[in-house]
């Protein structure tokens, strides 16, 4: 660790200038510590860095690790151990050095081999989409962080969490799969129930499915999260003993037992399912509005009689032309949606970039 240390401020070393490093690594610049390294490989991350963190010297992860009084890892999940456990072959680690890696889906065990060299291990997670721009820098303000450490340490990672502007929720380390695996589902798949709908949309003639869908997914939206939050548990650990939860915003037809209406959605999104190839979307249909019914049944919104009814119209329907029957044929089925490049999927990944769109999480 090179330079004289100001009091309460830490040479800062990132490790990965992908959209969450570069943006956590300005921000910790800003809040007063000065940071004095970061690895880049690719030519998109070499110029967010320049763009976010100008003027910081690009070296190799090594050497960045040896100016670093904070080393501040920001690599994909899979990357994480192997990084760690490689540095510390080669005694790259130093004792009392703060190393906090950014995975949701890891705490601090995936840190082992650095703490065994003597450093002080945090993982503070971002509940936040990235673009890797300076717009992110005020989306920071009042993002939740995951902070997951030992109990003497964890204080640090709460005071970093606040310095950038977020607000600290410990999660326990056996939890942090779980949390991960939340963030998600209810991330990456809001983004698939989009595409479905507004392919739907646009095959029901509408010229712009995002403007249609924007103010009533925005307005569920807030409500369930509204909804959410007064379920809350009233205590650590506890049941959501503050109500039913985010189910009591549910409207529509589940909400109000039409099964009519239902089983005519199962239908024609059936039949959007078998000439275009999207089979995907009847059957999330399906499983989200069985899910819906049992969830607003256990909330008493529905009687069993009108759950049953719904979950009836629910059922598997026959089989239509073009459509397997078994989910697990829906791999790689399904065309791109209206605007989506088809060609997008064979794109190289950047080798920085540790928080792509499914991790937003």
Known sequence: MSGERRPGR???????????GA??????????????????????????AEQLLPGVPVLDVPEVVRRSELVLLAVPDDALEGLVTGLADVGAWQMGQIVAHTSGRYGVGVLAAARSAGVIPLALHPAMTFTGTSLDLARLVGCTFAVTAPGPVLPIGQALVVEVGGEPVVVAEEARPLYHAALAHGANHLVVLVAQAAQALAAAGVDDPGRVLGPLLSAALDGSLRAASAGAPTSPGGAASGGPGAITALTGPVRRGDAGTVRDHTEVLGALGASTGAVDVPLSYRTLARAATSRALAAGLLDAGAAQTLLDALSEPSRVAGMPGDP?????????????DP??????PDPDDDRTQEDDA
């Open 343 to 348: 060609g997008a999927a064979q794109d190289a």
């Open 23 to 48: 943006v956590l690594g300005s921000a910790l610049r800003a809040a007063g510590h000065p940071v004095v390294a970061v690895s880049a490989i690719s030519a998109e991350s070499r110029e967010r």
């Open 10 to 20: 830490l040479g800062v070393g990132v490790v990965g200038a992908g959209r969450v």
């Open 328 to 340: 697990a044929a829906l791999d790689g089925v399904g065309p791109p949606g209206p605007g989506d």
